[in-house]
C-alpha cells in the first residue's frame, strides 16, 4: 500500500508540484551530488600541508614518497571524511523522521555526551593512575584506546536515555530523557576535568572533531557500518513514512510503534557512535544534510535517507578541504568549519522565512 507523503516546512508554502517534477528535482540533486562527491574526493587528494595547490600535488607525484602521502595519508582522510559525513546525514535523517521534528540531529540521545564523557575518562585514569602518557600510551590512547571509549560512551549514553525514558514507545518522553542525560553526563565531564586538568586539552580536541587519524582500518569500519546500516534503515523506510501520518494513523496500519521506534533508535545511536568515535563531534552535517535534500528534492524517506547520506559526505568533504587549505600549513579543526558553515546556513534560512512572512 502506497503511503502519502509528509510536507516538509520548507516546501508547505510552494506550490506542490507533480510527480514527474519530483523525479526530475530528485535526479537534478543526486547529479549535483555525485558531481558535488567527485570534486571533493579530488580537492582532498589534491589538499596537503601547502594546501590546495597542484604544483605541490605533482611534486609529490614525482618524489619517492609519493605513495606514503597519497595512498597512506591523503587518500584514507578523504574517504573517511566522506564516510564520516556519510554517517552522521543518515544519522540526521533517521532522527528528524523519528522525531518528526526538522530540528533533531544525531546527538539528540545522548551519543555525544555519553562519548565525550567516556574520552574525558579514559584521559584522566591514565594520568591520575600515575601512567604518564609516553609516547606509546598517547600513541595507543589516541589511535585505539580513545576511539573504543567514544564509540562505547556513545552507545552507552544512547542506552542510559532509553532506560531513563524506559523504552523509545513514547517520543516526547525520549527526546526529554536524552536532553537530562546530556546535560548530566556533560556536568560529569566537566567535574572530572576539574579533578583531571590534564584531560581537558583532550576533550578540547575530541570535541572540535578532527579527520586528521583516518587510517585505512577507519574507512573499512565505517564503510562496512555504512553499507549495514544504510540498508537496514532503507528496509524500514515506509515505517518513517507512516510515522509522518500521526501515532494513531501509523498503529492503524498495522505497525508495532515500540519495536519500530527502539529499532530505528538502534541505527540512529550506531551511525552516530560510529562517526563519532573515528572524528569526534563534527556539528550541524547531520542536521543541515536532511534540510538541503528536503529543501531541493523532497521525497518519501527510502530517498530522503540515501540522499541525506550522500549530502552529508559532500558537506564534510568540502568542510575538510577548507579546514584543511584556509590557513596551511595549519589546520583548523572541521568541527569549526561545519559550525561556522551551518550556523550561517541556518540563519541565512531563518532570514528568509522571516521576510516571507
Known amino acids: 500500500m502506497a503511503l502519502p507523503q509528509a510536507a516538509s516546512p520548507a516546501t508547505a508554502s510552494r506550490p506542490a508540484p507533480g510527480a514527474a517534477d519530483h ?77 518528526r521534528n526538522p530540528l533533531a540531529d544525531p546527538y539528540l540521545l545522548g551519543a555525544a555526551a555519553g562519548a565525550g564523557l567516556a ?53 516526547t518522553r525520549l527526546l526529554l530523557s536524552g536532553v537530562v542525560l546530556a546535560v548530566l553526563l556533560g556536568a560529569l565531564s566537566d567535574l572530572v576535568t576539574v579533578v583531571s586538568p590534564d ?33 537496514l534503515a532503507l528496509r524500514h523506510a515506509r515505517a518513517l513514512d507512516a510515522l509522518t501520518l500521526g501515532e494513531d494513523s501509523a498503529a492503524s496500519l498495522g505497525l508495532d510503534l ?26 550541524f552535517v547531520g542536521l543541515v544534510a536532511p534540510h538541503l535534500v528536503r529543501r531541493h528534492a523532497p521525497g518519501a524517506h527510502a530517498w530522503l535517507l540515501a540522499a541525506s547520506a550522500l549530502m552529508g559526505a559532500v558537506l564534510l568533504l568540502v568542510a575538510d578541504v577548507i579546514s584543511r587549505a584556509l590557513i596551511a600549513p595549519q589546520e583548523l579543526p572541521v568541527g569549526v568549519v561545519t559550525a561556522v558553515l551551518g550556523g550561517l546556513y541556518l540563519c541565512l534560512l531563518l532570514n528568509r522565512r522571516v521576510r516571507g512572512g
Open 258 to 283: 515500540g519495536r519500530v521506534r527502539l529499532l530505528l533508535v538502534l541505527l540512529l545511536s550506531g551511525a552516530t557512535a560510529l562517526a563519532v568515535s573515528q572524528a569526534g563531534l563534527v556539528a
Open 199 to 231: 584531560a581537558l586539552r583532550g576533550k578540547q580536541a575530541f570535541m572540535l572533531g578532527s579527520t586528521s587519524f583516518l587510517g585505512w582500518s577507519s574507512v573499512a569500519l565505517m564503510a562496512a557500518g555504512l553499507t549495514m546500516l544504510l540498508g
Open 119 to 171: 574520552v574525558v575518562l579514559v584521559l584522566a585514569g591514565a594520568t591520575l593512575g600515575g601512567l604518564q602518557l609516553s609516547l606509546t600510551a598517547a600513541l595507543w590512547l589516541e589511535r585505539v584506546g580513545l576511539v573504543m571509549a567514544a564509540f562505547i560512551g556513545a552507545v552507552g549514553g544512547v542506552t542510559l536515555t532509553l532506560l531513563l525514558a524506559r523504552g523509545a514507545l513514547h517520543t
Open 23 to 99: 523525479l526530475r528535482q530528485r535526479r537534478r540533486l543526486l547529479g549535483w551530488l555525485g558531481l558535488g562527491l567527485l570534486v571533493g574526493l579530488l580537492a582532498g587528494l589534491v589538499t596537503g600541508s601547502a594546501g590546495f595547490s597542484l604544483e605541490t600535488l605533482q611534486s609529490d607525484l614525482a618524489g619517492e614518497q609519493a605513495w606514503l602521502i597519497l595512498g597512506e595519508i591523503r587518500a584514507p582522510r578523504t574517504l573517511g571524511a566522506a564516510l564520516v559525513g556519510a554517517l552522521l546525514g543518515l544519522g540526521g535523517a533517521l532522527a528528524q523522521g523519528l522525531f
